[in-house]
């Protein structure tokens, strides 16, 4: 069966160094990944798709990257500061409307 | 853009009683949204694909007489939960699908007392 494995329960990283969450999956062939933030008690918030013949992308302090070949892709917050503190979801799709959710990896940003 | 909007918030209610929660696209149109149910410290987990003039698609184990969806137009989605139980209580979150990218509304917190 499809599965998604996002790396640690929480990552703690100190203010301005770059964040690095992983996220693994295997028994599937998605043509887009996306990165959502959620923050506790809200839904989330949608940051970045990468389409499978993209490599890399970027928005701002986030970058992504996809490698069909590992089936992983990795999302990057350079100069972190507390207020990304959040929860990170990745989320695969494909030919289906459907998006298959990651469990989400749990960031904390320290000052 | 891509806003979508979620009513109430969070409700409390007796057990027995039936639920209504309307799921809305602001600023763009949606033939799909989602319904997605949410415990804590846990993952999304789809409900249900609710698809505008036509029957929902639910997802393995949940009860379709349980969760009544209505997708009446292109802008609003409602999911019902009749009948509320305890076991009910959860955190719901639709989603409004705009080409690839599902945009995700804000949540209701429900508790069933």
């Known amino acids: 069966s499809q599965k998604i494995e996002q790396n640690s329960e929480a990552l703690n990283i100190q203010e301005g160094k770059t964040a690095t969450l992983t996220c693994n999956y295997t028994?599937?062939?998605?043509?887009?990944l996306q990165w959502y933030r959620q923050d506790p008690g809200r839904g989330p918030v949608f940051l970045l798709l990468i389409r499978e013949n993209e490599k890399e992308k970027r928005k701002e302090r986030l970058k992504v990257t996809f490698d069909t070949t590992l089936k992983q892709s990795l999302f990057h917050i350079t100069a972190s500061q507390p207020a990304d503190s959040a929860t990170y979801l990745c989320a695969l799709g494909g030919a289906t409307n459907k998006l298959i959710f990651g469990t989400g990896t749990l960031l904390a940003v320290q000052p | 853009g891509a806003v979508v909007s979620q009513h109430p918030s969070w409700v409390i209610c007796k057990s027995g009683t039936s639920v209504k929660i309307e799921c809305r696209s602001l600023d763009f149109q949606a033939t799909t949204m989602f319904w997605y149910r949410q415990f804590p410290k846990q993952s999304l987990m789809l409900m249900a694909t609710s698809n505008e003039g036509s029957k929902a698609t639910y997802e393995q184990g949940v009860e379709k007489d349980k969760f009544l969806i209505n997708h009446a137009s292109l802008t609003l989605s409602t999911l019902t939960v009749t009948s509320a139980h305890p076991e009910d209580s959860s955190f719901y979150i639709c989603?409004?699908?705009?080409?690839?990218?599902?945009?995700f509304g804000p949540g209701t917190r429900l508790l069933v007392l």
């Open positions: 989603s409004a699908r705009e080409k690839e990218t599902q945009y």
């Open positions: 028994n599937y062939s998605p043509a887009y």
